[in-house]
């Protein structure tokens, strides 16, 4: 697999685990659910167990793909399992930003922040 594809998989790992730390470590401080666009503490606090799990989900596609992008610098069976996993990531983190998209206008650029770099890893590894 390309060295291409290996660098945009990681970026969009790291970019899910910033995501994990947003909604499951820093869910309570108002700079951070003001991004979700939630206007105060009591709906913060309302919606924390949700948040708090959904960072989790994004914490499991970005080890999978970190683990699929280490076993791609293997050859043979290992360099299929690690571009396999990769696709398999980076598909999950695209279809969640494809999804994110239909919820609103104004949840566009965080689904492309989302969308873009997994789509483009994607590609790049479905293309090498």
């Known amino acids: 697999m390309s ?10 790992a790291l970019l899910h685990v ?7 470590v820093l869910w309570t401080r108002p700079a951070v659910y003001r991004r979700f666009g939630i206007a105060d503490a009591a709906q913060a606090n309302t919606i924390r167990p949700m948040a708090y799990n959904q960072g989790f989900y994004n914490l499991a596609l970005a080890v999978g ?3 699929g992008v ?4 293997s050859s043979g069976d290992q360099l299929l ?15 969640a930003g494809v999804i994110l998209a239909t919820t609103g206008a ?6 492309a922040i989302q969308f873009v ?4 890893a994607l590609l790049l590894a479905i293309l090498s």
């Open 106 to 111: 104004r949840y566009r650029s965080a689904a």
């Open 65 to 67: 793909v970190g683990v």
């Open 18 to 24: 910033v995501f994990f730390i947003f909604e499951s």
């Open 81 to 95: 399992v690690g571009k396999a996993i990769v696709v398999f990531g980076t598909a999950c983190m695209a279809f």
């Open 117 to 120: 770099p997994a789509a483009a």
């Open 3 to 12: 060295i291409a594809a290996q660098v945009v998989a990681s970026i969009a």
């Open 70 to 73: 280490v076993l791609m610098a």
